[in-house]
Each structure stands twice: as structure tokens, then as C-alpha cells.
């Protein structure tokens, strides 16, 4: 017998699959497992072919849709389309985040006007964006998670810019929290430890940052991609069903240090 709760007929929209290595494509194919109908959105028409030979490897027929999170419109639109061919939303999982890469290095002052409203935007204001849109079609128990982490809490080398991402994306949780658990809609957070992916390349010296949890967290080991979608599996279904404005570190321990 399975250990997953079962949401076979159930549509969850998982945001965020750059290819193989991100984590919403662990998400996605933990909710696969366990029966759930999937809406797999992706940034721009270049990056849908790769999106479309993963989406080959799950057990059920995904519905893909171009979402580009800067552009309400386009967020609309995706969250209308979403409703109208897959009915109401179970859930949803964002797993978008974009800095500079020069502003995830070196001196934190360093950074420009622009890098810091283009790095906020996309990775923390497109949650709320995201939200706000698929709020007619929430089924009456939904849940959202996102992805967040550390640096967001306290200082960690490099992180720089995206760490006050993380911040103001974690205030917003706590505050859609708020809002939409009248509404039975619980928002939470997952602050994974350092995975490697296409995002966190981006950040400098982030084989000192995987290093670094190896040697000092409590488990001594880092975690996996899919540890971390098992995580998002309990908050996003009926197993989560208490937890709401919550951030849940899946990090080995490390956070505690
Ligand atoms: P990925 O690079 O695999 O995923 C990031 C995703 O964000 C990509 O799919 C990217 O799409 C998408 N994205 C960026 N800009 C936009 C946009 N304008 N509209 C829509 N989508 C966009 O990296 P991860 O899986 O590591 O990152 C997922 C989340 O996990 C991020 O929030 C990240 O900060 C967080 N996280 C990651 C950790 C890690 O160590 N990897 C640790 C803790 C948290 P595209 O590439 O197609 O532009």
C-alpha cells in the first residue's frame, strides 16, 4: 500500500520547472505519484519542448501553460485557463525565484534599484500575484507552498539581495495566511537547504554553502530535492490540514545551529 494520501482528481498547478535538477519538478513528480492532476506552468515559449519531454516521464496527462509571473495579465489569464479546463485548485506550488547573479556576490550595497525591484518582483510579489489570481477557484480545503530558505532569516555569505527576497516572500506568506484561511486556503512555506540547480548556481561560492551544512547540521548530509517534495506533499494535501502560515526547514537541522 501506498504512504501517500491519495488526490486522484485533484488539480494542483506546480510553478517553476526549469528542467530535471529544480525542485518543482520533484514536487511534481511526488504529487504525480499520488494521483493528483497536474498544471505545469513555465516562463517563455523557449523553455516549453524541455518542459514537455519531462512532463512525458509522469503517470498522468499534464496540462502545460506559459506563465510569465512579471505579467498579471498573462497570470490571469493562466489561473482563467487553469479553471476553465481543470476545475478548482486543489493547490498550488510556487517554486520561482530570480536575482542578478551579480548581486549574489560580493558586497550586499552593491546592488542597483533596479536588480532589487526585479529580484523582489519576481521572487516574492509573484506569490501574491499568484494567489490573488487563483482566488475564484481555490476549492474550499486548497493550500499553497513556496519555496524559500535560510538566508532569508540571517545573514548567509553571497546570498546577498536574494536573502531580503526571501524575507519579504516569508512576511507574505504570514500575511496571505491571514487573509485566505477564512476562506479555508492555507499558505505555507518550505525553507529547503541548498540543492543544487540551474537557480542556485547562481549564487557565489555555493559549494561553500553545501559544504558547510555537511559538516555542521545535525543530520550531517544535505537533503535531496525529494525530501523536500515530500514535505510539499503533506502541506499541500488533507496530512497539512492544522499547518498555515508556517515555514517548515527541511535542511538537515541546520537552521537551529
Ligand atoms: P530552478 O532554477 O530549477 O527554478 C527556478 C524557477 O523559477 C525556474 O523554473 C525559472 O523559470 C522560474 N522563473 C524565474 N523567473 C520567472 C518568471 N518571470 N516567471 C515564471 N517563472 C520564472 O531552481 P530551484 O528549483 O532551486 O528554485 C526553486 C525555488 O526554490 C526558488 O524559489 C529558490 O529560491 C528556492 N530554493 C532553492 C534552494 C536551492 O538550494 N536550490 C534552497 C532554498 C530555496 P525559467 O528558468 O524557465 O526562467
Known sequence: MSIYPTLTNKTYVVMGIA??????????????????????????????SGLESLAAELKGDAL???????????????????????????????????????????????????????ALDISAYSLTAVVKAAKPYFA???????????????????????????AALDSSVTYLANEYGP??????????????????????????????????APLRRNVSAEEVASTALFLLSSMGSGVTGEVIHVDSGYHIL
Open 64 to 118: 502545460l501553460l506559459e506563465c510569465d509571473v512579471t505579467n498579471d495579465e498573462a497570470i490571469d489569464t493562466t489561473f482563467k485557463t487553469i479553471h476553465e479546463q481543470a476545475g478548482e485548485i486543489q493547490g498550488i506550488a510556487h517554486s520561482i525565484a530570480f536575482a542578478d547573479k551579480e548581486a549574489l556576490r560580493g558586497e550586499f550595497s552593491e546592488m542597483t534599484r533596479g536588480q532589487f525591484a526585479q
Open 183 to 216: 476562506q479555508g486556503v492555507r499558505v505555507n512555506a518550505i525553507s529547503a537547504g541548498p540543492i543544487r540547480t540551474l537557480s542556485a548556481k547562481g549564487v557565489g561560492d555555493f559549494n561553500s554553502i553545501l559544504s558547510e551544512l555537511e559538516q555542521k
Open 140 to 166: 474550499a480545503d486548497a493550500a499553497v507552498i513556496t519555496l524559500t530558505y535560510l538566508g532569508g532569516e540571517r545573514v548567509v555569505p553571497n546570498y546577498n539581495l536574494m536573502g531580503v527576497a526571501k
Open 19 to 48: 528542467n530535471k535538477r529544480s525542485i518543482a519538478w520533484a514536487i511534481a513528480k511526488t504529487l504525480d505519484e499520488a494521483g493528483a492532476k497536474l498544471v505545469l506552468t513555465y516562463a517563455a515559449e523557449r523553455f516549453k
